[in-house]
């Protein structure tokens, strides 16, 4: 059984659904929170894949995820633990974000850097690559990880930038380290 080609075709469905029901920009704010949830508690997919706690339960433990859950997530969600396929939730619900944001023109940007910024440089940088990767919207997502000693790391989607002291000083090294 291939993972990605049900998590696309659930995901297609949940996209068609949702934009039925006027719902798809809601369903997408919250696909991104339960992907959040799942990712911020490993013991979430092992539940999910237990065959010892029940559908009923499974589904409690989802819908905690997100407060407030609409109707189109709800169903789909219902749906999905039902057919026994919550294991692949995550993936559906991955395959969902992109398809999504494929369909609005969005691009995830995902900036790493030393120390935290500002949001008018945040803002500055979504700009600038809503310009250069010709698309709609971007979502700027901000990560701080001093590892990095200064400069940043930019990705976007499968592409990434990687501009920070911590790699130049590696490369420096390996060039040193070479030439012995």
């Known amino acids: 059984m291939y993972t990605g080609l049900i998590a696309k075709r659930y995901a297609g469905a949940l996209l068609e659904f949702a934009c039925s029901n006027g719902e798809a920009e809601t369903v997408y704010a919250q696909a991104r929170e339960l992907v959040k949830y799942f990712s911020s508690d490993k013991h979430i997919k092992?539940?999910?894949?237990?065959?010892?706690?029940?559908?009923?339960?499974?589904?409690?433990?989802?819908?905690?995820?997100?407060?407030?859950?609409?109707s189109s997530l709800e169903k789909f969600v219902?749906?999905?633990?039902?057919?026994?396929?919550?294991q692949f939730l995550l993936f559906m619900l991955h395959s969902?974000?992109?398809?999504?944001?494929?369909k609005n023109g969005i691009a995830d940007v995902l900036l790493t850097t030393a120390?935290?910024?500002?949001?008018?440089?945040?803002?500055?940088?979504?700009?600038?690559?809503?310009r250069n990767v010709?698309?709609?919207?971007v979502q700027v997502e901000t990560n701080v990880d001093?590892?990095?000693?200064?400069?940043?790391?930019?990705?976007?989607?499968?592409?990434?930038?990687?501009?920070?002291?911590?790699?130049?000083?590696?490369?420096?090294?390996r060039t040193l380290l070479g030439s012995l």
């Open 46 to 70: 092992a539940e999910m894949a237990s065959p010892v706690i029940p559908a009923k339960m499974k589904l409690e433990i989802i819908c905690r995820g997100v407060a407030g859950m609409c």
């Open 78 to 86: 219902a749906l999905v633990v039902k057919q026994g396929r919550e």
């Open 146 to 173: 001093k590892r990095l000693i200064g400069g940043f790391v930019l990705r976007i989607a499968d592409r990434q930038m990687d501009s920070s002291i911590a790699t130049q000083l590696a490369q420096l090294e």
């Open 115 to 130: 120390a935290p910024i500002g949001k008018s440089i945040e803002k500055e940088i979504g700009e600038l690559v809503r």
């Open 134 to 137: 010709d698309c709609k919207d």
């Open 96 to 102: 969902f974000i992109q398809l999504y944001q494929q």
